[in-house]
């Protein structure tokens, strides 16, 4: 069975400094991709950056950046130099080679302080 | 502007009442999704179709039933809605499944059952 585990319901991070969100995930298949999504209070969905299981490097999108350690099946997304429009609910998220769906976890809400 | 479109974006219904949440994607993705987000409980997913002309329960089906009326669209439709269908509703389409195919997703619809 896959599972994602999100730890943290809420975090607070002062603006302009780095923040990291933690995901842990469980699969036995090999073959996985890592997403993370922000949801600000609008409620839209919004792609962030994606790992896969056989990337060799963490992968970055400018200020976002994921942790990926494989051993340890955790999937961090670190957000750099925070901003006050970072604040909102952050999902992360697996897809996995031999299903069709995406398991979410149950989010971190994110406040940035000024 | 291409993407996920979702109507309506909010509903207030009386328990018994039905009503069709309606999705359609423009980008010709073969996999979408019926999503419905709870507080503290990330995304569960209701339905999805893998391809026209296929649909598969999710995790959280029952209540609801669904039809992939052709490659772009994609109905939700609560025969008899209860109290607890009360959530916010995301579409979500792909344009393949796999590991490294992330999801494109609605604004999603925000359903009230009183």
């Known amino acids: 069975a896959q599972k994602i585990t999100q730890t943290q319901p809420g975090m607070f991070v002062q603006e302009k400094e780095a923040v990291t969100l933690d995901c842990t995930y469980d699969t036995s298949d090999p073959s996985y991709g890592l997403f993370w999504y922000k949801q600000p209070s609008s409620g839209e969905m919004i792609f962030l950056i994606y790992q896969g299981s056989y990337d060799q490097q963490n992968a970055t999108e400018g200020r976002y950046s994921l942790n990926f350690q494989k051993a340890r099946k955790s999937a961090n997304l670190v957000i750099s130099a925070s901003q006050l429009g970072d604040s909102a609910m952050y999902f992360c998220a697996m897809r996995v080679y031999t299903g069709n769906q995406f398991y979410f976890g149950t989010g971190t809400s994110l406040t940035v302080i000024p | 502007n291409a993407g996920v479109t979702q109507t309506p974006k909010f509903q207030v219904l009386k328990t018994g009442q039905s009503m069709t949440l309606q999705c359609a994607q423009d980008?010709?993705?073969?996999?979408m999704y019926w999503y419905r987000q709870d507080p503290g409980m990330g995304l569960r997913l209701i339905y999805y179709?893998?391809?026209?002309?296929?649909?598969d329960k999710g995790e959280v089906p029952n209540g609801y039933n669904v039809s992939r009326l052709n490659k772009r669209e994609f109905s939700l439709r609560l025969e008899s809605a209860a109290p607890s269908q009360t959530s916010v509703y995301f579409c979500a389409s792909s344009e393949l499944p796999g590991p490294n195919y992330g999801y494109t997703f609605g604004s999603g619809t925000r359903l009230t059952v009183v």
């Open positions: 179709s893998a391809s026209e002309g296929t649909t």
């Open positions: 980008m010709n993705h073969n996999s």
